[in-house]
């Protein structure tokens, strides 16, 4: 059988390549290719053969030869008649119980964060009824901080000083305002004495006040050259969105006719740059630009009948938009302009459920008019349209003044439409409700644009603000290193609003129970929030690893099959539930598969936590107690600390030669993000080994997860055999190592050094593609070795759960992947004794992969084009043939995929 399976995948991926060579000139040269798929079950079929080449007979001699390499080289038998020869025991699934685990480890940690967060506040609004009686005003510039004061810490990969808060603060502050930030340091020095991965904590005030903990010059970050005015961006929109949580749909009107000049018309753009940075997910926006007629942002249709949601891609494509406004030929069309904006409002308004959302258009403009009686004309617009909805549209209007120019009658118009002075100018009220005010500010530099913006919003319903906890979705930290999350509260005084406190929290951390779900029982995790957005899902690249800003997307995206858009409402509207949904795939063949998704609110978080299970089974089985004994002790791969007197290389690694190694990923430990965060020392890893090797019991765990130690018992069977093969294996100067990998993040290597503790097994292309074609041996393109040898290629195939009977299908569980790395000569020497053929000058044979990147070619070897190549195609390297290969459908297909973290889309081949 196993044999079979094999033909069946390389009968896929060899290719004879027959090149018919005549004196005629090169370019008129006739080529003859000759390919063949070959199913498991046609192997009595009648025989193709070119050139009195079998290719059939030729591929499955090549299988063969493949299928020994894994079975000696590997020691593939040895370890699957290790773990049939193992004892197991039967583990019920509960999916409840899972799920409320899973659930109430996440709270824990929310929690400790939440607390920190509520004495902050508690101590701000404390600190500031002391203010009244004796003022509380010193102050310590973050720009100006002494550098003695401030060493480097890996936390922050920033320079610092737990022992400060200082400040960033706008120049126009009176001397008596209030700054708690020398009196809050004691509390934030407490917050991270409990909990140590607490990243940054702050007090930003509603007069633009910022006290940021630990204290840091930003001297290396992306705002350094900005520090005097940092207060102005620094963390504003949550400071915003905190205390003006309800949703905002907010139309951006930026003029840009003639009657500006250049000066003002950049003046313009950097106000509607601002407001649209002070927006957070939950608003709807959109961006106008206005001259003789309404310039829309080109992207989607969408985007010209209503308000979009603030995410991460539309600010991106609407700060685009607005650096694109050049300056027009004619004025503007005031008329038009509120028209349009009354329209995209009613159109997002009609949308949205809630009667009590309120809407602001913003103008930004000279306010120059073409006529006495064009304000009158404006006037009545808004009124009409303002009625029609009941007043809850709000005007604020933005002057872009120059010194020098007179701006009076500019001034009143645009102070009338912020007032909706319907009544200057004889305009008729059509509502009883009554009018809600915006503002109205004349501005000639954009040093305090943000915080204006934050003034504006305080034309909404303020008495929505209390002492709910705002969340921001994930973004990556600006200052230091890593994806964070926010968690705020607005501080009071009689109902005032002093400002709010917040922290930001590693996401690493709040989601490693998530991000590390076990992966052994065919399930996996996610967490959206109220509106949907996924805040980590399998799709995304781990928090730890992340080098870029991921785009926040919708959990509908990545859980794309029919019949989840119901369940995703019931998700949003139930606190908890459990629904099936049947999963219909139309690939290359029709299957169904019956999942269940279940899932839980997190307490007063707005997140929600949901496992998709995949395996209706009930029950899996587990190794029992494994005792193995072993002449050798576990060598733990860090042997840079542990035996630093005497060392030898393996190519240009640290290696150790007497046994294998021993890695543990951070799947392996209870509390991933700790492993990750911290330094790995000698007594650390004497505790794990001390514990892996106990067969009494008595050592205590020291963080792993439970059953690493039968995980590392069961592997341990296969590490003389490995010593074995290095010595007197035939194949020993083209194999470079040999590994096994669990599910749980336990590695063997031989030889093997140290490893990067981010590296995790299970997310590698040999892993992967295992796990995907189960029971078949897999071939990866070639890539460059980390150690130094080269360009390699991994052959790999799983390790499926033991049975007495040693009588294994390809729907066995795998619970391990065992492979090995050779050189990227080696597949083609392979090729070449496998298949003789080769060897002759009118014949090209190579090999490929099932998206068609070439694993073997003469020309990737060096021999022809004097270089290595990595992850070469078949679509590059033989053209003619590619392009007789997809005129067959039947073989090949084209396919696409999505990348959402960053919007990119790719398109594949699939053979």
């Known amino acids: 059988m196993a044999i079979k399976q094999a033909l069946f995948i390389f009968a896929q991926i060899v290719f004879l390549t027959s090149v018919l060579c005549s004196n005629a000139p090169k370019s008129h040269r006739k080529m003859g290719f000759s390919f063949k798929k070959v199913p498991m079950e046609s192997h009595t079929s009648k025989r193709k053969t070119i050139q009195g080449v079998d290719l059939r007979h030729e591929a499955r001699k090549f299988t063969l030869n493949l299928q020994h390499l894994s079975n000696s080289e590997m020691g593939l038998s040895t370890i699957q008649d290790a773990f049939d020869s193992l004892k197991y025991s039967a583990k019920n699934i509960d999916k409840e119980e899972y799920l409320d685990q899973l659930t109430s480890h996440i709270q824990q940690k929310l929690q400790i964060y939440l607390d920190a967060v509520s004495k902050n506040k508690k101590m701000v609004e404390y600190l500031y009824n002391e203010h ?60 991270v004495q409990h909990e140590p991965k607490l990243k940054w904590q702050y007090f930003i005030s509603s007069d633009g006040l910022h006290n940021e903990y630990p204290a840091h010059d930003f001297g290396s970050t992306p705002w350094h050259r900005s520090c005097p005015i940092l207060y102005d961006t620094r963390n504003r929109d949550l400071y915003i969105s905190t205390v003006t949580p309800q949703r905002k749909h907010v139309v951006i009107l930026v003029d840009h006719g003639y009657s500006l000049t250049y000066k003002q018309l950049h003046l313009a753009k950097s106000i509607a740059q601002h407001i649209l940075a002070s927006l957070s997910q939950n608003d709807r926006v959109s961006v ?41 030929q004619e004025a503007a069309n005031h008329t038009l302009a509120f028209t349009r904006a009354f329209e995209l409002i009613e159109s997002s308004l009609a949308l949205n459920l809630s009667l009590h959302d309120e809407a602001m258009i913003i103008y930004i403009s ?31 209007s933005y002057a872009v003044i120059e010194e020098g120019r007179p701006i009076l009658y500019e001034k009143s118009f645009l102070e009338a439409l912020a ?96 991000t590390y779900f076990e992966q052994d029982i065919s399930a996996y995790a996610f967490i959206i929030d109220a509106q949907g957005y996924a805040v980590m899902h399998p799709s995304f690249t781990r928090p730890s690893l992340l080098a870029f800003q991921p785009m926040h997307t919708d959990i509908i995206l990545l859980e794309n099959n029919p019949g989840f858009q119901d369940i995703k409402k019931q998700m949003l509207r139930d606190r908890s539930g459990a629904r099936p949904l049947l999963i219909i795939h139309n690939d290359t063949v029709r299957t169904m598969a019956h999942v269940v998704y279940s899932w839980q609110s997190l307490g007063d978080s707005p997140h929600i936590v949901c496992i998709k299970w995949t395996n209706q089974n009930e029950r899996i089985r587990e190794i029992k107690s494994t005792k193995v004994k072993r002449k050798e002790n576990i060598v733990y791969h860090r042997i840079d600390v542990m035996f630093k007197s005497s060392h030898c290389k393996h190519i240009k690694q640290l290696a150790s030669a007497e046994s294998p190694v021993l890695f543990l990923a951070a799947t392996a430990f209870v509390q991933p993000f700790d492993y990750l965060s911290q330094v790995e020392t000698k007594r650390m890893i004497q505790a794990y080994v001390a514990y892996l090797s106990d067969g009494t019991g008595y050592i205590a765990n020291p963080g792993l997860q439970e059953g690493i130690r039968n995980d590392v018992a069961a592997l341990g069977i296969i590490d003389n055999k490995w010593v074995e093969l290095a ?14 990998a669990t599910p749980s993040g336990v590695m063997k290597t031989y030889p093997g050094g140290p490893v990067n503790k981010a590296f995790d097994p299970t997310s590698r292309p040999w892993y992967v593609r295992a796990m995907r074609f189960k029971g078949h041996v897999t071939i990866t393109s070639p890539y460059l070795d980390i150690a130094g040898a080269g360009f390699i290629v991994s052959i790999s195939r ?37 298949m003789p053929v080769c060897r002759h000058t009118h014949i090209r044979c190579f090999i490929l992969d099932n998206e068609g990147y070439l694993i073997a070619h003469p020309t990737i070897l060096g021999l022809q ?4 190549i990595e992850r070469a195609h078949i679509t590059i390297k033989e053209t003619l043939v590619s392009n007789d290969i997809l005129r067959h459908t039947h073989f090949v297909q084209k396919r696409m995929c999505n990348s959402y973290s960053d919007r990119k889309i790719q398109r594949y081949y699939f053979f």
């Open 132 to 191: 009244l009686k004796k003022p509380i005003t010193k102050s310590l510039d973050c720009c100006m901080l002494n550098h003695t004061v401030i060493r480097y810490d890996s936390q922050y990969n920033l320079t610092i000083s737990r022992d400060l808060t200082c400040d960033l603060a706008p120049s126009f502050l009176p001397q008596t305002y209030f700054n708690p930030g020398r009196n809050l340091t004691q509390t934030f020095y407490k917050n």
């Open 727 to 740: 010595k007197n294996s035939e194949m020993k100067d083209y194999i470079v190592r040999r590994y096994i």
């Open 419 to 514: 007032e909706q002075n319907f009544a200057k100018h004889h305009v008729p009220v059509r509502h009883s409700n009554p009018v809600k005010r915006g503002h109205f500010l004349a501005v000639n530099s954009s040093n305090i644009l943000s915080l204006t913006a934050g003034m504006f919003y305080k034309s909404f319903n303020m008495s929505t603000a209390s002492n709910k906890t705002h969340f921001s979705l994930p973004y990556i930290d600006p200052n230091g290193q890593g994806l964070i999350m926010s968690i705020t509260q607005a501080c009071f005084h009689d109902n005032d609003v002093l400002g709010i406190v917040g922290v930001d929290i590693p996401v690493a951390d709040l989601v490693q129970d998530v």
């Open 798 to 834: 799983t390790i499926n759960e033991g049975k007495s009977s040693k009588q294994h299908s390809w729907n066995d569980r795998p619970v391990a992947v065992m492979g090995i790395d050779v050189r990227v000569e080696f597949m083609y020497k392979l090729l070449l004794d496998s």
């Open 865 to 868: 084009s004097g270089k290595h």
């Open 288 to 328: 106008l630009g206005i001259s003789n007629y309404v310039q829309y942002l080109d992207k989607a249709k969408c985007l010209i009948d209503q308000l979009v949601p603030v995410t991460l891609e539309a600010k991106h494509y609407f700060s685009q938009f607005i650096d694109s406004l050049t300056k027009q």
């Open 366 to 396: 000279r306010g120059l008019l073409s006529s006495l009686t064009e304000a009158p004309n404006v006037l009545d617009t808004i009124s009409l349209h303002n009625a029609a909805m009941a007043h809850r549209v709000i005007i604020s």
